[in-house]
């Protein structure tokens, strides 16, 4: 895939809300963060459906069924139904329907949300490899989730079974911190089997055409909290993408983004979607928003100004993510995040 390597956050004059159809967004990191609400995130998911976008949450969490979701974001004060929910269980039910007889069971090592996912393709769920399974599928299953299910996988992939993962995000956000995720559940079975999974979750195209086939999105807007996942899928899908800073996306993070991983725009949070985005403009050598303009030196970046902290990032993204072109910055940018307090 041919794209124009982003070398600067975009502006927008009109609220991100008004300009995109539907917000595509992620849950944890983004909505809520251990089963908490983020500061800001009910009241600007409120403002932005009031305005007539369409909200549709999107997923790499294969545990939980889209009801549970939905009834999880109602009780938190954001109304949704199941139907506004995506998840990568789903994606990855669908990928193995195309690929193997309708009716066909398959071995699930993960939780209910990959269950009655493959349900809903006409496929059957088995928890042994010794019931003859077509496919393997592995998706997250919680703490919970015992040993000897990875050892099931093994038995059914050795016997040439073909094995499909949900995603491969190696971390999960928690209330305590950050835990691992499927992507370090599937090393275990990688590294016991030496197969590959298909993988069907952010940020492949599997998940984004489950995505906008079930939302009917025509100008779509990614929400995310991870390079990774969030934006490199949207880079993918090639559309524009929000990151937030409300989950495990720093500021040298995001400045050493290669291109695959630069989003369209960056605020701190949800209320980023109600208002337009600051341009990033050339000056003096380097790049100027805000009150801030940002340069690239010899051996880091610097940073001049006064304003909004976020306006000093935006600029810092245009002088290191030209700095880099299609590779990774490698410019300390240690003092000018410390003036921004990042």
């Not at 159809?21 to 009241?43: F, P, S, W």
């Not at 974001?73 to 199941?82: M, R, S």
């Not at 949070?269 to 380097?286: F, I, K, M, S, Y």
């Not at 490698?330 to 995040?337: F, I, N, R, T």
Request: glycine share 12%.
């Amino acid at each position: 895939m041919s794209q124009v390597v982003r070398t600067r956050p975009e502006g927008s004059g009109q609220a991100l809300s008004e300009a995109y159809d539907t917000a595509l967004l992620d849950l944890d990191g983004v909505v809520y963060a251990g089963g908490n609400a983020i500061v800001h995130a009910v009241e600007s998911l409120a403002t932005a459906r009031a305005g007539g976008m369409h909200l549709a949450y999107v997923t790499n969490n294969a545990l939980r069924t889209p009801d549970t979701v939905a009834d999880h974001l109602t009780e938190l004060g954001i109304p949704t139904g199941a139907d506004d929910v995506i998840t990568s269980a789903q994606a990855v039910a669908r990928l193995i329907s195309e690929q193997v007889p309708e009716g066909s069971r398959v071995l699930v090592i993960g939780g209910e949300g990959l269950r009655v996912a493959l349900r809903e393709r006409g496929l059957l769920p088995v928890e042994s490899a010794e019931d003859e399974p077509a496919a393997v599928v592995q998706g997250y299953g919680g703490p919970e989730l015992q040993w000897a299910r990875f050892a099931e996988a093994c038995y059914a992939i050795a016997r040439g079974v073909p094995w499909y993962a949900s995603n491969t995000d190696l971390t999960i956000p928690s209330a305590r911190g950050i835990a691992p995720g499927n992507g370090a559940a599937v090393e275990v079975v990688r590294i016991a089997t030496g197969a590959e999974p298909q993988v069907a979750g952010k940020p492949l195209p599997p998940m984004h055409r489950e995505t906008i086939l079930r939302t009917g999105a025509r100008r779509p807007l990614v929400v995310g909290d991870r390079l990774d996942t969030d934006i490199e899928g949207a880079f993918n899908g090639e559309v524009d993408s929000l990151l937030v800073l409300t989950g495990v996306t720093d500021g040298a993070q995001l400045l050493a983004a290669p291109p695959q991983h630069r989003p369209t725009y960056v605020d701190a949070d949800l209320r980023g979607l109600l208002t337009g985005q600051p341009e990033v403009g050339e000056a003096d050598g380097g790049f100027r928003c805000g009150g801030w303009t940002a340069t690239a030196g010899p051996d880091r970046l610097e940073l001049d100004g006064d304003g909004e902290a976020l306006d000093g990032l935006r600029a810092l993204c245009a002088a290191a993510w030209t700095a880099a072109g299609d590779g990774v910055c490698e410019l300390d940018p240690g003092k000018a995040l410390a003036r921004l307090g990042l």
